[in-house]
């Protein structure tokens, strides 16, 4: 089963930014999905950003215009800017395969202080 380990989460400033890497291993079939999710404290977990195989990206409207999702093969990228207290959340990677099986990271939290 494929394998997602995040890194780069932490304790940011109110206005500060953030770059989050997920790489997955294990990988037999190609994935074609990959994205970033967060949950919030008592919040459901929501989707953040995510590229398609071809490159296609997609944000969810709170992060739109400072956030960027990149991939390189089977690492994905997350980018934000102007972060604020609202952004604090555990951030989860995820991979969708041709098969349409789902992998998840184990999370990384990220904090946005004032």
């Known amino acids: 089963q494929v394998q997602l380990v995040e890194s780069g989460g932490g304790l940011v400033q109110v206005g500060g930014s953030l770059r989050l890497s997920c790489t997955a291993s294990?990988?037999?079939?190609?994935?074609?999905?990959m994205a970033w999710y967060r949950q919030a404290p008592g919040q459901q977990r929501e989707l953040v950003a995510r590229?398609?195989?071809?490159?296609i990206t997609y944000y969810a409207d709170s992060v739109e215009g400072r956030a960027a999702i990149s991939r390189e093969k089977n690492t994905v990228y997350l980018h934000m800017n102007s972060l604020d207290p609202d952004d604090t959340a555990v951030y989860y990677c995820?991979?969708?395969?041709?098969?349409?099986?789902?992998?998840w990271g184990q999370g990384t939290q990220v904090t946005v202080s004032s």
């Open positions: 294990r990988v037999i079939f190609s994935i074609t999905d």
């Open positions: 995820n991979a969708i395969d041709i098969r349409k099986t789902e992998a």
């Open positions: 590229i398609g195989s071809g490159g």
